[in-house]
């Protein structure tokens, strides 16, 4: 159960759908004032009226943000006028056909799901209220999936579920660099990785304009529920982490269930590679330079 929120605000990238939506909707169901940073008006505006169906009153607002283009990321974090008591990088990219760039000439997937948030993070730092949180999400995928300092980028080969679970590796290892790095200055605030563990679209309830999917594919789908879960309680996690009791920097939140595939949120283990501190310190040292930002910690 979550607390009472009216007093938070919570910054969701990527929220317009899928796990990104459901966290805003549970947010804003318990008082929460949501920033939905969206790469698309029009699907935002479908997400804000699929909430506010549900919530009514809901306090919502809309920025705009690309996390794969570093213009807009900057022109996003310098939208945002409030304190933030917590920043949900949620966004991102899943699998590719080959390998693509972003505006930027990132590998996509690297560059949306890792150092994109980096710079957003960045930027966003000094909004960060006492005690706040700044949350990845993770993936299972990050478990065969360390890191290539050499190949960030994939240009010496790529394979795209390889590649996926690198980016997801990587923003994982950006919170927990990140976390040590509020501790080592004194800073009060948390940072932390979740994920949704196996959450398909077709477990999910409907919601229109937003995840709309055919009855026959549910029917389908049925079976799956053995070892999945809808992205609503997929989002569980990652809410959890951002504004849940009991949740302590460097932490890892999944589903508890079997193989942290479903179930309710509950602590689990990330793989020593992620946790690698000179690992940690290198991506970091990476991706500001790639990006052109600091932590400034």
């Known amino acids: 159960m979550l607390p009472d929120l009216t007093d938070r605000t919570v910054l ?143 240009e010496r080969g790529f394979r795209s579920f390889r590649q996926y679970g690198r980016s997801k590796t990587a923003a994982m290892a950006f919170a927990f660099e990140l976390d040590r790095r509020f501790r080592a200055v004194g800073r009060d605030a948390l940072a932390l990785a979740a994920h949704p563990g196996f959450a398909l679209d077709s477990s999910t309830p409907q919601r229109s304009g937003v995840n709309e999917v055919a009855v026959p594919l549910r029917v389908v789908a049925q079976p799956a529920r053995a070892f999945a879960q809808g992205k609503d309680a997929g989002a569980w996690p990652l809410v959890h982490a951002c504004v849940g009791d009991g949740v302590r920097g460097g932490e890892y939140w999944g589903p508890g269930g079997w193989q942290e595939m479903t179930g309710r949120p509950a602590p689990s283990r990330a793989r020593a590679h992620v946790r690698d501190e000179v690992a940690g310190a290198r991506f970091v040292a990476a991706a500001e330079r790639a990006t052109g930002v600091r932590l400034g910690l």
Do not use: K
């Open 12 to 154: 969701v990238t990527g929220a317009n759908a899928g796990l990104g939506y459901w966290a805003t909707e549970q947010l804003a169901a318990r008082g929460a004032r949501v920033l939905l940073a969206c790469r698309s008006a029009s699907r935002a505006a479908a997400a804000v009226a699929a909430v506010r169906e549900r919530v009514p009153g809901a306090r919502l607002d809309v920025l705009s943000l690309d996390v794969a283009d570093l213009a807009s990321v900057a022109a996003c974090a310098a939208a945002v006028d409030v304190g933030l008591d917590a920043v949900l990088c949620n966004a991102g990219v899943t699998e590719t056909r080959g390998r693509q760039t972003t505006a930027d000439g990132f590998e996509l997937m690297m560059g949306g799901n890792a150092l994109g948030h980096v710079a957003l993070v960045a930027a966003l730092l000094d909004r960060l209220r006492p005690g706040g949180r700044v949350v990845t999400v993770g993936s299972i995928a990050h478990r065969w999936s360390p890191l290539d300092p050499a190949d960030l980028q994939a």
